[in-house]
């Protein structure tokens, strides 16, 4: 009868433990995903490509997380992916846009022409890697940004900042991307979406190739092909240039040297 | 009229303790010509009696705390004291050493009632250090004697003249003639006639007093009830704020400069909020034992006048830098102010109630000013102008930027600039890049930075969408279409 006892005492133990592990916000269970997922599809943040958002969990950007993106090279669309993400969110809120330590100018006219209001979007530029982990840090504490993009240095990041960052990202409800390097991909993270953008191969280059290395809710995705609204456009400018100048050969004009 | 007379019986205490908290409770008192002045509760508890020789007052209480009265000091805190005031009403006057008057009636509907004044003012005194008694009544000489009676009668919110009148002069008949402003000879003089109370005095019929007393003695009498007119000269806060404090000690510690710094500010917010300014740069300066001076200037994207904010971002500047060791003094001056009106600042209620709100970009930018410096962040800019590089600008204060910017009327296409720009263009080589589009000439600025290019769009071996340049130097790429 003792042993007995002593038995469903220990039981209770061990389920409660497992129950207060189950409250934890960083666990959930995958047959809540659907449940889950449900409830934040009213709230969630559209990518802009319909192939994409359907294979993302609440079909889009987390409002609040850590998204990784790791881009082959500059220049193969990681800002375009993200500006119809980025649109909606300004359309929505009143909060700012943060840019943490980004390698180049973000280009005020080209982003007022994609409908981003720049009088909302800040730049930090940290001295160094601990000032950029601080203002990171403090801009999601703030809450008064709804998005905010880092780049960090790769050499110096260890994975419980990240860590960090992601607890503080639920935190501030602040969607936060992290801009990391390709070969960073072998690292764990506790990101909750890691995507790798590639130029695709040859001749459709008007495309680019996104893999998810990492997703809730599901598997890794290989090689999505995704066509960047601004590549679309500029294929469409090339032919009328393509089609402009067969016109000026046809009445023999000097063709324009490229 | 309706006469407030705030009475700060310790305040030269107060200013000689005021950066140190703990003392407080210790006994004690303030010394003038080598007699016990004043004396905080502790010493009275203790048995020490006002006018009695220091050496008196040390056999009593061994580890009695005592200060030199500095008259001069008392006199500039007074003054300092002037804005807490000048907050509930213009007419302020003030009336050395200890007091402070202030004509209500015009406040009572802006502040919901004379209680909610009194209270209002007792809780601004308080924070900045001082207990206060204040008395009310129809004229400033009777409200002086409630206030050093320390005794209050309770009107209603919004008293009539006549009720206020006719209670005052009710209740003034019942105090002592020691808290009235005769002089002291003169009291005794009565006290031997047997006149104690001011009922009694008020009584005897004038003419009669006059051929006992000075003139002084009815003209006081006639202060009292109203009958002679006592004009006031109102004083007005300064138009500048500089404020110092010397401490006895020096501080060893930067926590230690929390309280004097927190005194320093709060007198700022009082100041501040008298003139309907707020704040944009303050400069603080810290004096060391050796005269080293080191001065931080604190620089806010908008006017603030909220303590809180104020003070955590001067902290957090001061925790960047190294401060001297001993420092003996400190010093807060308002460099730059701008009116709250203009800057569409002023949502607080004006009772001095500043509620905790959302943090702003604003709040979050001068926070990274404080830590990282002022040129840790930028604001984007757009301007009209056809050359890329001129096309944008970053702005570091956020005051300026809203108008500059704008929508330029040059309408771009969305896909014809890229979104990564380089802040100077790098010298490439055209046969690494196969050239998609263009050239589009931009050609601008013959008066002063002469741009006279090509632009293409090109794509780079390794597959990266770029904007490149060609002109009489060459080669350029000019940023990336990411």
Redesign the interface.
Known sequence: MYLKYTYVHKIRIVVSGLQALLKHKDIWRAEDIAEIAAYQRRTNLPTGFTALDRLLYGNGWPRDGLVEILP?????????LL?PGLCCLMGEET??IAWVNP????????????DID??????????NHR?AL??TE??LE????SAILVWLDEQQLEEKQLRRIQTRAKEGRAWITIFRPMHAQVKSSPAELRLSLR?AETHT?DQVNLSILKRKGGWPVPNLSLQLH??Q??SA??RI?AQWQQWRQQHSLAG?K? | MLWLCVHLPLMGLEIAQYSQDLTKRKPAVLVADQKVYRMNEAAQEAGILLGSSVATATSLVPELLHYRRDREAEHKHLEKLVPIAYRFTPRVALSFPYDLKLEVSGSLKLFEGLNNIVQHLKRSLAKAGHTAQIGIAHTPAVARVFAHAHSVIAFTDYPDEATIRSESLEHLHTLSLKYSELKTTDVECMFNMGIRFFGELLDLPRGELRQRFSSDVLRYLSRLTGELAEPQQYVAPATQFTSIIHLLEPLLDKPFLRKPMEQLVIEMVHWLQSKQLGVVEATWQFTATDAQTITISCRFAYPRIDLQSILEFSELSLSERKLPQEVLSLRLEATQVASLAKAGALTKDLMGGYEVRPVLPEDLLDRLTARLGPDSWELLCSHDDHRPEFAWSPVSDHSTRHKKSHHPSTEIAANSRPLWLFARPLSVKSKDFEILQGPVRIEDGWWEDRVQRDYFIGRHESGALCWLFNDEYGWFQHGYFA
């Open positions: 082959e090279v500059h220049g193969c669309g990681e800002l375009q500006i909060r700012w390698p180049f100018v973000p280009y005020a006219p080209a982003l007022n022409a994609r720049v009088n909302r979007v800040f730049l930090v530029h940290p001295k000032e601080w203002a403090k801009i703030s809450g008064s940004c130029l280059k601004e590549y456009a500029l400018n090339t240039a324009v490229h």
